[in-house]
């Protein structure tokens, strides 16, 4: 065996542990480590996989390179393929292909990301050719979610709570769970994948021994996934859960009589039991229940109502821009310019305003995002799937029913894996009809497909297996040689840049806002960290700042009129023109400002970016209720006029600007 190969197998491994990382000192201490292990473990299996192809021809080399062609050619790699182009594409014609291609630290999900997938895709589907490699692959990924849930636990019982080390809610304080995963939502789509994985390997590996070591050890943990699934409380994921069992229920039904009468019981005492939940979930009864916000399902409840406020934001925004959308990461320019009246309450404080960087839908996020193009293609993927699963895994199982050719499994087995694979994409394709793709949700789903490439063509691949791997053979031709020399210089230069420098950029980052600093020590040291070569960041970096210079005047931290505006005209050399969420924090600045000093240039300025930001959203309230403030604050009559009117378009019923016109026509 050439061992570059094996070490690229030990990283595809070792990237399912991205889902115990935190790093309690960073910016985004759930998001930023987990991006950094997952991207530095598929950047360095990519690198040794392409050594082996480069220095070592060898019959394995010349099976994995045909196995790599045949990745291509089937129609799932076909489909995801495409998928990756459309996002890739929506990002480049998108409004902010900086933001669309390197994202930030929060989210992370762009363009150079989705190609860190896409490598997952390919490289399990090229090399994992035996059950025996996914079994493992799928045993690893249960050894990290039970750390993700025990990292819960810890953080749950208070364990060194004091000293940062455990992040997350405590128990006993009416908090949902959320592991080491950072957001309960997120943790429960993961589980969701992990039950699979275990359900999987129990019926692969232990059904016939399920008192062996092996198959207690299975068991409990599926009963512990489900238990923190459960106390996630995310009311999406349990409906996807529910489709899910559904779905397995129903494919026993039509696949097997004597499965048929037990499958429509459970279904109805399933439905049944979720049923009564709805029903009495204001019950003493249900409220005592640690997950009974499962149960508060209504399409009246405010998060529903807000979600459907926001995804006609998004149809108003794919309306616009139809083929390819506004860009992957680039959903607040959607929110901001096509804001909907109905999201904003005027009795509410504008403090309390919630700006949405997603639409809160993977259907209405990838319409909004990558246009009809990246949302059909998306969805092509599971049409190819099922096309799939119904031309070669019912066709299999039928054979073997029929014991017309041998198979390597009963045909019992065979029956609960095939429901299984029916089932997963269900409760994904459900949950996510209220809920976006993160990078749990995405490693996943990427490592989904490309098992089921495995599984709809363990056959064929199975040749890579054979005793002629260390055999020399005549090179693996010049081009290909080519290829993966420029191939190694782009998977070590996305570790240093991609991973290396955006981990010293937030850790630095987070480090130089604790300390104190005068104002040109401040500078000196945040231009260190923002002058960091990499370029994920900087547009985050850019907003902390600002937003850190707005909190800092609304707060008087610094008394001196000099070093306030020292930083004011630092903050604003960093700020991006075209984006309201820079525009608005500089107006609200230099309208503090101006309240504190009035001096005309800080009211002028203040006017300025207010009006910039009403040119990119026009119903957008924290850019005119900020404008109104700053005309009654410097008695512009005619102003209050003009924006009040324009206010009262939109929300009619506000009586405090009503009352404040009928002031100026006195």
């Known amino acids: 065996?050439?061992?570059?190969?094996?070490?690229?197998?030990?990283?595809?491994?070792?990237?399912?542990?991205?889902?115990?990382?935190?790093?309690?000192?960073?910016?985004?201490?759930?998001?930023?480590?987990?991006?950094?292990?997952?991207?530095?473990?598929?950047?360095?299996?990519?690198?040794?996989?392409?050594?082996?192809?480069?220095?070592?021809?060898?019959?394995?080399?010349?099976?994995?390179?045909?196995?790599?062609?045949?990745?291509?050619?089937?129609?799932?790699?076909?489909?995801?393929?495409?998928?990756?182009?459309?996002?890739?594409?929506?990002?480049?014609?998108?409004?902010?292909?900086?933001?669309?291609?390197?994202?930030?630290?929060?989210?992370?999900?762009?363009?150079?990301?989705?190609?860190?997938?896409?490598?997952?895709?390919?490289?399990?589907?090229?090399?994992?050719?035996?059950?025996?490699?996914?079994?493992?692959?799928?045993?690893?990924?249960?050894?990290?979610?039970?750390?993700?849930?025990?990292?819960?636990?810890?953080?749950?019982?208070?364990?060194?709570?004091?000293?940062?080390?455990?992040?997350?809610?405590?128990?006993?304080?009416?908090?949902?769970?959320?592991?080491?995963?950072?957001?309960?939502?997120?943790?429960?789509?993961?589980?969701?994948?992990?039950?699979?994985?275990?359900?999987?390997?129990?019926?692969?590996?232990?059904?016939?021994?399920?008192?062996?070591?092996?198959?207690?050890?299975?068991?409990?943990?599926?009963?512990?996934?489900?238990?923190?699934?459960?106390?996630?409380?995310?009311?999406?994921?349990?409906?996807?859960?529910?489709?899910?069992?559904?779905?397995?229920?129903?494919?026993?039904?039509?696949?097997?009589?004597?499965?048929?009468?037990?499958?429509?019981?459970?279904?109805?005492?399933?439905?049944?039991?979720?049923?009564?939940?709805?029903?009495?979930?204001?019950?003493?009864?249900?409220?005592?229940?640690?997950?009974?916000?499962?149960?508060?399902?209504?399409?009246?409840?405010?998060?529903?109502?807000?979600?459907?406020?926001?995804?006609?934001?998004?149809?108003?925004?794919?309306?616009?821009?139809?083929?390819?959308?506004?860009?992957?990461?680039n959903f607040s320019y959607v929110f901001i310019k096509h804001f909907n009246i109905d999201y904003y309450n005027p009795s509410e404080k504008i403090t309390e305003f919630s700006w949405f960087d997603k639409a809160h839908s993977i259907i209405f996020d990838y319409l909004a995002e990558t246009g009809i193009l990246g949302l059909l293609s998306f969805i092509g993927i599971f049409v190819v799937f099922y096309w799939q699963f119904f031309k070669k895994v019912i066709s299999k199982q039928e054979l073997a029913t029929r014991k017309q050719e041998p198979v390597l499994v009963t045909n019992y087995k065979l029956l609960v894996i095939n429901a299984l694979f029916f089932a997963l994409p269900i409760a994904y394709l459900v949950q996510g009809l209220v809920l976006f793709d993160v990078l749990t949700t995405y490693i996943n789903l990427f490592l989904f497909f490309s098992f089921a490439y495995y599984f709809f063509n363990f056959k064929a691949v199975n040749q890579i297996a054979n005793k002629k791997n260390n055999k020399i053979i005549s090179g693996s031709g010049l081009g290909i040689k080519i290829v993966a020399f420029f191939g190694i210089i782009i998977a070590i230069a996305s570790i240093i840049y991609g991973s290396l420098l955006p981990y010293l950029k937030a850790k630095n980052y987070n480090e130089t806002m604790k300390k104190s600093y005068t104002i040109e020590n401040f500078k000196i040291q945040f231009d260190k960290v923002y002058n960091i070569p990499s370029p994920i960041g900087n547009f985050e970096l850019a907003r902390f700042l600002v937003n850190a210079a707005e909190g800092t005047v609304f707060e008087r931290t610094y008394q001196s009129e000099s070093a306030t505006r020292g930083l004011i005209n630092y903050a604003e050399l960093k700020i991006n023109y075209n984006d309201a969420r820079f525009l608005i924090p500089m107006a609200n600045i230099y309208n503090i400002m101006w309240d504190r000093y009035h001096k005309e240039d800080d009211y002028q300025k203040s006017v300025s970016y207010y009006l910039q930001a009403i040119g990119i959203g026009p119903k957008f309230p924290p850019a005119l209720y900020g404008l109104i403030s700053l005309y009654v604050s410097y008695g512009d009559k005619n102003g209050m006029e003009s924006v009040g009117k324009n206010i009262l378009q939109y929300w009619p019923q506000d009586e405090r600007i009503i009352n404040l016109l009928k002031e100026v026509d006195k």
Not at 209 to 235: D, M, Q, Y
Not at 289 to 309: E, G, H, N
Request: glycine letters at 8%.
């Open 1 to 329: 065996m050439v061992y570059s190969f094996k070490i690229s197998k030990f990283f595809l491994y070792f990237s399912v542990f991205f889902a115990v990382i935190v790093l309690s000192g960073n910016t985004f201490p759930f998001t930023v480590g987990k991006y950094i292990w997952f991207r530095t473990s598929i950047d360095l299996a990519l690198l040794f996989f392409l050594i082996g192809v480069f220095k070592y021809p060898s019959q394995e080399t010349k099976s994995y390179l045909e196995s790599f062609k045949k990745v291509f050619k089937s129609p799932i790699g076909i489909a995801v393929s495409i998928f990756v182009l459309m996002f890739l594409l929506a990002g480049i014609f998108g409004v902010n292909l900086t933001n669309s291609f390197w994202s930030g630290f929060e989210r992370g999900n762009g363009g150079f990301q989705m190609l860190h997938y896409y490598v997952l895709f390919l490289l399990l589907a090229t090399i994992f050719s035996e059950e025996g490699q996914w079994i493992k692959l799928f045993n690893f990924s249960i050894v990290a979610a039970t750390l993700v849930v025990i990292y819960g636990l810890l953080a749950g019982f208070s364990f060194f709570q004091a000293k940062m080390v455990f992040l997350g809610p405590v128990f006993g304080l009416g908090e949902r769970f959320f592991g080491a995963i950072g957001n309960p939502a997120y943790l429960a789509t993961y589980l969701i994948f992990i039950i699979f994985y275990a359900l999987y390997v129990f019926f692969t590996k232990y059904r016939q021994k399920p008192l062996s070591f092996g198959g207690i050890t299975i068991f409990i943990s599926i009963i512990i996934f489900f238990g923190a699934f459960l106390a996630a409380a995310t009311r999406g994921a349990v409906l996807g859960f529910i489709a899910a069992i559904v779905a397995f229920l129903l494919y026993l039904i039509f696949s097997a009589k004597k499965f048929r009468k037990i499958s429509i019981t459970l279904i109805i005492c399933l439905i049944l039991i979720f049923s009564l939940g709805v029903k009495f979930k204001d019950s003493e009864l249900i409220k005592k229940l640690p997950f009974s916000r499962i149960f508060d399902i209504s399409a009246v409840t405010q998060t529903f109502y807000d979600r459907t406020v926001v995804w006609k934001m998004a149809w108003d925004g794919f309306k616009e821009k139809p083929l390819l959308g506004w860009g992957p990461e």
